[in-house]
T-cell receptor, first 108, second 111 residues
Framework: KNEVEQSPQNLTAQEGEFITINCSYS?????LHWLQQHPGGGIVSLFM???GKKKHGRLIATINIQEKHSSLHITASHPRDSAVYIC??????????FGTGTRLQVFP | KAGVTQTPRYLIKTRGQQVTLSCSPI?????VSWYQQTPGQGLQFLFE???????NKGNFPGRFSGRQFSNSRSEMNVSTLELGDSALYLC??????????FGPGTRLLVL
């Protein structure tokens, strides 16, 4: 079993829909990261969380430390949000462990 | 500020050769991490350097090595290349806030 599980693996949506991507992990962590990877490979760090909730524009990330679960929400989705979204956790041993990613396609 | 730069962006090598990849972090960032991304294994951590010292190492064979210079620039080296080393190699830099800033990656193809 992977230490970081993401769901769903693939997601399609119509423009304007509310999107949720989930991440569950099985180790104690000091921080959780949400990353966005566009075709071509470039990765952008969206959020780093250790508790609670963060918001940036149409993106919201939440984390529940007790349940070892995080969600990434996209409100009013747009075709430019199409990308792979990757959850990564930093266990107390300090090496980042990555989920397998969620491929999101938003159609106009 | 300029972002993280990686050179070269694309590289083709043959089995048995060695390769050196370079990463220049964002100015002022002292931590540099390296990652390998393949379709089969996804993103995997290779190593992390901070102020010229290797702080963490992933589960890769000894053929993978790295170093960091006094100006925080980092290199990673892969010796005796294998077909399975074909991957996107990503470098990321960070300051004390721990948010990582990724470079565009070096795409390595081993024939």
């Amino acid at each position: 079993k992977n230490e970081v599980e993401q769901s769903p693996q693939n997601l399609t949506a119509q423009e304007g829909e509310f999107i949720t991507i989930n991440c569950s992990y099985s180790v104690g962590i000091s921080a959780l990261h949400w990353l966005q990877q566009h075709p071509g490979g470039g990765i952008v760090s969206l959020f780093m969380l250790s508790s609670g909730k963060k918001k940036h524009g149409r993106l919201i990330a939440t984390i529940n430390i007790q349940e070892k679960h995080s969600s990434l929400h996209i409100t009013a989705s747009h075709p430019r949000d199409s990308a792979v979204y990757i959850c990564a956790v930093r266990p107390n041993t300090d090496k980042l462990i990555f989920g397998t990613g969620t491929r999101l396609q938003v159609f106009p | 500020k300029a972002g993280v730069t990686q050179t070269p962006r694309y590289l083709i090598k043959t089995r048995g050769q060695q390769v050196t990849l370079s990463c220049s972090p964002i100015s002022g960032h002292r931590s540099v991490s390296w990652y390998q991304q393949t379709p089969g294994q996804g993103l995997q951590f290779l190593f992390e350097y901070f102020s010229e010292t290797q702080r963490n190492k992933g589960n890769f064979p000894g053929r993978f090595s790295g170093r960091q210079f006094s100006n925080s620039r980092s290199e990673m080296n892969v010796s005796t290349l294998e077909l399975g080393d074909s991957a996107l190699y990503l470098c990321a830099s960070s300051a004390s806030t721990e948010t990582q800033y990724f470079g565009p990656g070096t795409r390595l193809l081993v024939l």
